[in-house]
């Protein structure tokens, strides 16, 4: 799908144009991208497919008439004067084999590279528009639950699988790269264990809230799950850059943190991979970092315990 902007203006916002493409191709209503100039459909989602009977390959250079059976004079006004802003209204639609439907359709204007187009959403019509705009707002919803977590409101782990397949598409294509950092907070059980879950929960709703601050504009950051996150990097192929970003972040969620009174701090361990040095695929790319993440760790917990091996031998030299 071309690069879009839903509504009037969220250019330059990357979560909300993820957001707009995840719930185009994945919605479950029926969605089209129509030009208002020619009436012609340019995009159409599965459940388009489902709905009117025809292949996505067959609805895509399709004139809206087809589908509406409006006098073309008529639909190109309709059309035209749904660019003024979102616009609902009941219509009669016809299906590949003829089946006539009664339908709502929601019209909003959208951009894509530079030229105004049209996103229409159509249901099955119910009984008035309250019922129609509730199931828009329910569709929405359900489709923001599914994508994000509840505790810190940043995507989720299937979320953060489309943005990286994503990536990697735009990658193999322009011949660009892009960099995955692993992140996992250091001994966060124990935190849970002595301070309590409550305080373990905001602890990470604190975090996630760091580290949508601290990413840049493009960057998109997960929670993966339990106490481990997530973040790509888009266009960063060489690992130092990746790794001052790393650096900038982890600083940011070792910052002590005050929760009900108590000054709390925790530290993170991080590994970064870099495509397609690192992988080709999801699955590699969070292997590689997951490794370097469990290296870091490993070789921090032996100086640690260096450390301390130095310190009994000192103290036990002193006592003799």
């Keep these: 799908m071309t690069d879009v902007s839903f509504g009037i203006n969220v250019k330059g916002e990357q979560g909300q144009f993820d957001f707009f493409k ?69 219509m009669r639609h016809y299906t590949s084999d003829g089946t006539e439907k009664n339908v709502k ?48 409101e940043l995507p989720n782990k299937r979320f953060f699988k489309m943005k990286v397949e994503e990536e990697i598409l735009k990658a193999s294509v322009g011949g660009s790269g892009f960099a995955l950092v692993f992140l996992d907070l250091d001994n966060f059980k124990y935190i849970n264990d002595t301070l309590g879950h409550v305080t373990g929960d905001k602890m990470l709703s604190l975090i996630g809230s760091k580290l949508k601050h601290s990413v840049r504009g493009a960057d998109f950051a997960a929670r993966f799950g339990g106490d481990e996150f997530a973040i790509v990097l888009p266009g960063e192929q060489k690992r130092e850059e990746a790794e001052e970003i790393a650096q900038r972040i982890k600083k940011s969620i070792e910052d002590i943190m ?39 760790k490993q070789s921090v917990e032996e100086h640690q315990e260096d450390i301390y091996s130095d310190f009994i031998v000192k103290k036990e030299d002193e006592e003799n």
């Excluded at 019509?125 to 509730?134: D, I, M």
């Excluded at 005050?258 to 590994?271: A, F, M």
């Design 105 to 152: 359709v929601f019209l909003a204007p959208l951009e894509i590279a530079g030229k105004l187009l049209l996103h229409a959403i159509i249901f099955e019509a119910g009984e008035g528009n309250g019922e129609f705009e509730s199931e828009i707002i329910s569709n929405r919803k359900y489709l923001h639950m599914a994508l994000h977590d509840d505790l810190t």
């Design 258 to 296: 005050e929760i009900e009174g108590q000054k709390l701090q925790v530290s993170c361990s991080y590994g970064i991979s870099i495509y397609p040095a690192d992988g080709e695929g999801f699955v590699e790319l969070l292997r590689a970092a997951d490794k370097e993440m469990y290296n870091w």
């Design 22 to 90: 995840l719930v185009f191709q994945n919605y479950p209503g029926v969605m089209l991208i129509i030009d208002p100039d020619s009436g012609i459909i340019i995009e159409a989602n599965d459940a388009a497919e489902s709905f009117y009977g025809y292949d996505r390959e067959q609805i895509i250079g399709m004139d809206i008439c087809n589908i509406n059976r409006f006098q073309k004079s008529d639909a190109e006004l309709r059309l035209k004067a749904a660019l003024a802003g979102v616009g609902m209204s009941n």
